[in-house]
């Protein structure tokens, strides 16, 4: 089937010396596999090229010892030993007809070095640029320079041997030491390579002739560059120097990949930015240069791709999120089923995993990072050994997840929900300030449930222990969910509290406008959930013209949204809206908020009060009796264990492949480290 009205997008584009096949770019972002774990990330970038990326790029990949970027695990290039895991890794990409790309880079005042105990090099004698690390850069000499170049340009020719078509030079996001040379904030030299914008790029400029030099025409060389000024440490020194840069070296790269400067930034939630939201700063580039240009903005809509193109903002449609909640976007584009592109949701769950060093999860896409590990595909599912009829109790993600998975098997599925509409917690929490994507959840596990001549879903429909034992069918599975707590039981406290007369609201009364409706008066969310719950009800709250005030136990806001890059943003937000915060503030009997720092008490007196904790399955009430025989009952998502909507969507589609092959009882892959030994 051809392409249609999206024909441009697989138009070839010539970068260099290198044609990719199409505009697809799957842009270097991590995947936590690292170095050490390479058949799950050779996997997962070979399932990008084969869903159609005509290029596929490979995250950070460090030069040198001393750019050990230790805890997050990094791919390395450090020496002729690391150049036949890349080269199975290339094999792999262009297996599929993709260009494959790698972004070498020095992590510079990024670089921990605790593993390699090497001291971290930087511009200047300054800490490094993680606050919770205590170590200092050392400001390098020009010998250190010169030392950097050669690391650099070897790395660049092993890049070459293992066979890559486009090779990066890193400057972009505060993570490489080139993007701290031109921080007038990082950089304090008095020398050649310090003060001036001009003296600033000398390092960048000189390390891109190095690598064109180095590559000799058989690769492209590409530059990634933030572009804008957000505030950051390793930021420009204003908006304009970023056009001044690219001006300085519009010319030298093959392909110029901009983006903004600041991961929280560049990788924005949907919470906070739209589709396409980079585009106002990276708009000019294509005015400045005439190589080719790829850049971000969480796309997932064909139609502003195209426009994109046809209006000279871009040349190649980069992602990196929409990769990973969908790795088959352009095969589903170029063969007309834009209704079943997997969209990303902007949640950053992929982004949070970065934070633990560990391979990516994906709210949308629950086979990434299990490519290899568990053989699971994103698109296909084996045929099921025999056919089987399913019951499934709850419409909310994991149970729409599980139904989704035993259709495409070709199984048989009926869906019961108490409730008039599809979507359990998912259709709820869109209503919420900036939620509105994770809707996309819900539609496209829809879509194919709707379409199935084998499925029937019931809405409004309860069912109780007997109904359920006496419906006709092989596998029993509850997706009931989950309810949040209204006992004060919390992550900071397992003991319920003594509210007295004080009514206590929770998120699902909230979010479903039904039951007691809050009096107008001031009102207390207090937050011992510690994800983006407390906040989103705090701003839906205040928008309907309540005087909110967020309290938490802890000592920050919503502190695990700092790993979806959230935070900063959330307490922002809070400061334009008047939402006042407590933090450090305990809750007690009574009830009363105890301040950590003072010991004051606050009566919660005659505020409304809110209280975002823990959650407790929904149970159906014997059905562990009522149903008999080994395995026919499973338990999938927040009725087995609350978590995110991310692990409701994985439980669902693990249970719904245990259902159909056995999965469960299968070993896992893991890679396995050879141990050297050497003769006595």
């Keep these: 089937m051809t392409a249609g009205k999206f024909g441009v997008l697989f138009e070839p584009v010539r970068i260099g010396p290198v044609t990719a096949p199409n505009r697809f770019f799957a842009v270097p972002h991590a995947t936590g596999h690292g170095w050490n774990q390479p058949n799950g990330a050779i996997a997962l970038r070979a399932m990008k090229a084969e869903g159609g990326w005509g290029t596929v790029a490979v995250q950070i990949t460090e030069i040198s010892p001393d750019s050990d970027m230790g805890n997050h695990p990094m791919e390395r290039i450090w020496d002729e030993s690391d150049i036949p895991r890349h080269r199975a890794q290339v094999d792999a990409i262009k297996r599929h007809g993709s260009l494959a790309a790698i972004e070498i880079a020095h992590g510079g005042m990024r670089s921990r070095n605790m593993i390699t105990g090497l001291t971290v090099p930087g511009p200047s004698n300054l800490p490094v640029m993680r606050p919770e690390v205590p170590r200092q850069a050392r400001a390098m000499d020009l010998a250190d320079i010169r030392a950097f170049r050669r690391n650099h340009r070897a790395a660049a020719q092993r890049a070459l041997t293992a066979g890559y078509d486009i090779i990066y030079v890193y400057a972009a996001h505060g993570l490489s030491i080139l993007s701290h040379f031109l921080s007038a904030s990082a950089n304090r030299r008095t020398d050649e390579y310090g003060g001036s914008l001009t003296n600033r790029v000398r390092l960048l400029k000189e390390v891109l002739e190095d690598t064109l030099d180095a590559v000799s025409g058989k690769s492209a060389v590409a530059l990634r560059f933030s572009v804008a000024k957000p505030g950051s440490l390793s930021a420009l020194a204003n908006d304009s120097e970023g056009r001044d840069v690219v001006e300085a070296l519009a010319e030298l790269p093959d392909l110029w990949d901009v983006n903004i400067s600041g991961w929280p930034n560049d990788s924005a939630t949907a919470r906070f930015a739209e589709e396409g939201f980079q585009l106002p700063f990276t708009d000019f580039v294509k005015s400045v240069t005439s190589r080719p240009v790829v850049g971000v903005g969480r796309f997932t809509s064909p139609d502003l791709m195209v426009s994109l193109i046809r209006n000279g903002r871009l040349d190649l449609i980069g992602g990196a999120r929409p990769s990973i909640a969908d790795p088959f976007l352009p095969a589903k584009i170029r063969q007309g089923r834009v209704d079943d592109i997997r969209e990303c949701i902007g949640c950053n769950i992929c982004v949070s995993m970065d934070a633990y060093g560990l391979p990516v999860r994906c709210?949308?896409?629950?086979?990434?990072?299990?490519?290899?590990?568990?053989?699971?595909?994103?698109?296909?599912?084996?045929?099921?050994?025999?056919?089987?009829?399913?019951?499934?109790?709850?419409?909310?993600?994991?149970?729409?997840?599980?139904?989704?998975?035993?259709?495409?098997?070709?199984d048989t599925v009926t869906i019961a929900d108490s409730a008039r509409a599809p979507g359990g917690r998912v259709a709820l929490e869109c209503r919420l300030p900036g939620l509105a994507s994770w809707?996309?959840?819900?539609?496209?596990?829809?879509?194919?449930?709707?379409?199935?001549?084998?499925?029937?879903?019931?809405?409004?429909?309860?069912?109780?222990?007997?109904?359920?034992?006496?419906?006709?069918?092989?596998?029993?599975?509850?997706?009931?969910?989950?309810?949040?707590?209204?006992?004060?039981?919390?992550?900071?406290?397992?003991?319920?509290?003594?509210?007295?007369?004080?009514?206590?609201?929770?998120?699902?009364?909230?979010?479903?406008?039904?039951?007691?409706k809050l009096p107008h008066r001031a009102t207390v969310v207090y937050d011992d959930d510690h994800f983006y719950m407390a906040s989103a009800i705090a701003e839906h709250l205040c928008a309907r013209g309540q005087p909110v005030m967020y309290v938490t136990p802890l000592p920050a806001v919503a502190t695990w949204t700092e790993y979806t890059l959230e935070q900063s943003r959330i307490i922002e937000r809070f400061g334009e809206l008047g939402i006042s915060i407590r933090v450090n503030t305990s809750l007690r009997n009574g009830p009363v908020l105890v301040d950590g720092f003072t010991g004051e008490t606050m009566e919660i007196g005659q505020r409304n009060f809110v209280f975002v904790g823990a959650r407790l399955p929904v149970e159906?009430?014997?059905?562990?009796?009522?149903?008999?025989?080994?395995?026919?009952?499973?338990?999938?998502?927040?009725?087995?264990?609350?978590?995110?909507?991310?692990?409701?969507?994985?439980?669902?589609?693990?249970?719904?492949?245990?259902?159909?092959y056995g999965d469960n009882g299968k070993e896992q892959k893991r890679d396995r480290v050879v141990v050297e030994t050497s003769a006595n």
């Excluded at 409004?460 to 949040?484: E, H, N, Q, Y």
């Excluded at 087995?640 to 991310?646: K, N």
């Design 363 to 410: 709210t949308q896409n629950p086979t990434i990072s299990e490519e290899w590990r568990r053989n699971w595909h994103p698109e296909t599912l084996p045929a099921a050994r025999k056919r089987r009829s399913h019951l499934i109790v709850g419409a909310g993600p994991a149970g729409l997840e599980c139904a989704r998975a035993l259709l495409a098997a070709g």
């Design 439 to 516: 809707k996309r959840v819900m539609d496209y596990r829809l879509g194919p449930i709707m379409r199935s001549a084998q499925c029937g879903l019931y809405l409004d429909s309860t069912m109780d222990a007997r109904d359920i034992a006496a419906f006709d069918c092989d596998t029993v599975v509850l997706a009931a969910g989950s309810k949040w707590r209204a006992d004060g039981v919390g992550s900071t406290s397992f003991d319920a509290i003594d509210f007295g007369d004080v009514p206590v609201f929770t998120p699902d009364g909230i979010m479903s406008a039904c039951g007691r």
């Design 620 to 660: 159906v009430k014997g059905v562990d009796q009522a149903i008999s025989g080994s395995g026919r009952l499973r338990l999938v998502g927040d009725c087995l264990v609350p978590g995110t909507i991310q692990s409701a969507i994985y439980s669902g589609y693990g249970v719904a492949r245990d259902i159909l």
